[in-house]
T-cell receptor, first 111, second 113 residues
Framework: DQQVKQNSPSLSVQEGRISILNCDYT??????FLWYKKYPAEGPTFLIS?????DKNEDGRFTVFLNKSAKHLSLHIVPSQPGDSAVYFC??????????FGTGTSLTVIP | EAGVAQSPRYKIIEKRQSVAFWCNPISGHATLYWYQQILGQGPKLLIQ????????DSQLPKDRFSAERLKGVDSTLKIQPAKLEDSAVYLCASLSGPDTEAFFGQGTRLTVV
């Protein structure tokens, strides 16, 4: 049973515009959420995280929003750059430090 | 700070053969994970260690997969015998503590033919 879902397998955005990647989860016990970025032939690299006590966390061009009532989080990238083209995974964890991943969204930023 | 090291990077074996993967986590990270990532899917947890003890191996196919972390540092994951559906990238990750990010290695891409 998929506890973390990313319903958009792919997204294309023009350079300079905003990229919005979405993620939904089903387990209300999750209290820590992360976004990872993955290039081909490499392992996932950490991008940004948010604790369930917050609803927004910002780091440069990257902002993560958390809506606990909707069990939804999103990643905003502004402005998008060609180097942002990668697969983005949403992950969630609760007690036990176990990370559950979504299926990923492949972002293409068009120059 | 050195990252999570994994070897080999790539492995091709025939079905019913055995294979082993090795992981060296970031120094001082007590928690170590093995994930399986099948093409087009997200990473799926196989086993979680805390030091040299198993925290969760509920998703590990124990009839063919085994893993150990004898001294609480390096870990090995073994598949014996391999099946075609085991073709995937095997990722090792480590964690320093709660509410922090896990760091991943580059993974081992296994192809079973």
């Amino acid at each position: 049973d998929q506890q973390v879902k990313q319903n958009s397998p792919s997204l294309s955005v023009q350079e300079g515009r905003i990229s919005i990647l979405n993620c939904d989860y089903t387990n209300s016990m999750f209290d820590y959420f992360l976004w990872y970025k993955k290039y081909p032939a490499e392992g996932p690299t950490f991008l940004i995280s948010i604790s369930s006590i917050k609803d927004k966390n910002e780091d440069g061009r990257f902002t993560v929003f958390l809506n606990k009532s909707a069990k939804h989080l999103s990643l905003h990238i502004v402005p998008s750059q060609p180097g942002d083209s990668a697969v983005y995974f949403c992950a969630a964890s609760g007690t036990g430090n176990q990370f559950y991943f979504g299926t990923g969204t492949s972002l293409t930023v068009i120059p | 700070e050195a990252g999570v090291a994994q070897s080999p990077r790539y492995k091709i074996i025939e079905k019913r053969q055995s294979v082993a993967f090795w992981c060296n986590p970031i120094s001082g990270h007590a928690t170590l994970y093995w994930y399986q990532q099948i093409l087009g899917q997200g990473p799926k947890l196989l086993i979680q260690f805390q030091n040299n003890g198993v925290v969760d191996d509920s998703q590990l196919p124990k009839d063919r997969f085994s893993a150990e972390r004898l001294k609480g540092v390096d870990s090995t994951l073994k598949i014996q015998p391999a099946k075609l559906e085991d073709s995937a990238v095997y990722l090792c990750a480590s964690l320093s503590g709660p509410d922090t990010e896990a760091f991943f290695g580059q993974g081992t891409r296994l192809t079973v033919v």
